[in-house]
């Protein structure tokens, strides 16, 4: 049985790759090792050790490798500090093919390890674009990888413009949206989400029914300085039109603690709003439903554009995070420094309720497509994959 190490650098890299796992174990055709390291390692973004558990995964080993500081010079030292140490953990687990996900800092690490170790790398959602440092560690994984899984059919397109050859790249969508289809699926319980909520976060009551906003803004460093400046306004502006709000913690990207100290002083200096929830993490599943039924996504997360043009969510995106990515029309970006147009497209998309379910990201069956590739593959060669 062909034994492949899924590595899980953050939540965004488990919900990534969740619909794959849970195919993998019920066909029983891949020996699945999990790898935790980085920020997925840490508590306080999310407990994934207890969630992969409780999801019925086996974590064959974790790294504590994330350096913490949420600044630029933390993020090259954590990517460091991962390449010391996971070649050791190849050497235990033997796997004969490595899986890694998207565009994160710790990726990079994987991708360097695996490639000069010989091993096999699968490399899910390369090929997209998106303005910012995040973008430049996709392509660089692209040229480390072996078999690529791109999302939609431009990053496809665009892998191969890379020289990557044809019989290597297969467009199979991606396996997030997987976890989409299933979900919405689901009939809403209404009294399940709104208990859920109120035990899980900090801040007043409210009922989900009567629409809320919800907020999903992560750091970009290539734009530091605006960091404070972006998310004081999106609470501000959210106050002064007192919408229901749910706000979600940021993820481990340098200034990270400059968004958490911004939250934390807004929910201290306003105790008596009524309308406002504060939430570290949320199980994918919760958080797709949440997508479902906000009036709004306000932020930078890729959700809004990969979940969010399959489902019809209302978004808008801020700066340049997500600004080359394919979007939806669900989607109105502006300008960090934009105030004014903040408040004004915020106000447009809650009044908008709805878009069209697009596909740009897949169908919801990314990770039957991802097995049926990888059942094919001759592993002889550990430097060129053939078929």
């Not at 999310?46 to 974590?59: C, M, S, T, Y």
């Not at 913490?68 to 235990?92: C, D, Y």
């Not at 109120?198 to 300085?225: A, I, M, Q, R, W």
């Amino acid at each position: 049985m062909k034994k492949i190490c899924i590595m899980i650098g953050s939540r965004a890299n488990y919900s990534s790759i969740k619909s794959f796992l849970e195919n993998c174990k019920k066909n029983k055709i891949f020996e699945i090792q999990i790898v935790l390291f980085s920020s997925a390692s840490l508590h306080r973004f999310g407990n994934l050790e207890a969630l992969i558990k409780r999801d019925g995964f086996r974590i064959n080993h974790i790294l504590e490798s994330h350096i913490e500081g949420e600044n630029l010079s933390t993020m090259v030292r954590s990517t460091a500090l991962s390449m010391l140490h996971i070649p050791e953990i190849f050497k235990k687990l033997k796997p004969h093919m490595v899986l890694t996900i998207g565009d994160r800092y710790e990726t990079l690490a994987t991708s360097i390890s695996a490639a000069y170790m010989n091993i096999p790398l699968i490399h899910t959602m390369g090929g997209e674009v998106t303005g910012t440092i995040d973008e430049k560690i996709r392509h660089a994984t692209t040229k480390l990888a072996d078999i690529h899984f791109p999302a939609s059919m431009d990053a496809k397109k665009r892998i191969i413009k890379l020289g990557e050859e044809k019989n290597r790249v297969f467009m199979v969508g991606c396996p997030r949206i997987d976890l989409v289809r299933k979900v919405l699926k689901k009939k809403i319980n209404y009294k399940y989400l709104n208990k859920f909520i109120d035990n899980y976060g900090v801040g007043n009551t409210f009922d989900l029914k009567k629409g809320f906003c919800l907020v999903s803004y992560h750091p970009v460093t290539t734009e530091y300085s605006f960091l404070d400046f972006n998310i004081k306004n999106i609470l501000n502006i959210l106050s002064k039109l007192k919408l229901n709000s749910i706000i979600l913690w940021p993820n481990s990207d340098a200034g990270a603690d400059k968004i958490s100290a911004d939250i934390r002083k807004f929910r201290e200096k306003n105790k008596n709003l009524k309308n406002f929830k504060f939430i570290i993490n949320l199980p994918v599943e919760i958080y797709i439903h949440l997508m479902n039924l906000t009036q709004c996504l306000i932020g930078n997360s890729s959700s809004g554009i990969r979940e969010g043009s399959y489902i019809g969510t209302p978004v808008v995106d801020i700066g340049n995070r997500q600004k080359d990515r394919e979007k939806g029309n669900n989607v109105i970006n502006v300008k960090s420094n934009d105030i004014q147009a903040l408040e004004k497209a915020i106000k447009f998309q809650i009044n908008k309720k709805r878009y069209n379910s697009l596909n740009i990201y897949g169908d919801g069956h990314s990770s039957n497509k991802i097995i049926k590739v990888l059942k094919k593959i001759n592993l002889k060669s550990h430097k060129r994959i053939t078929y």
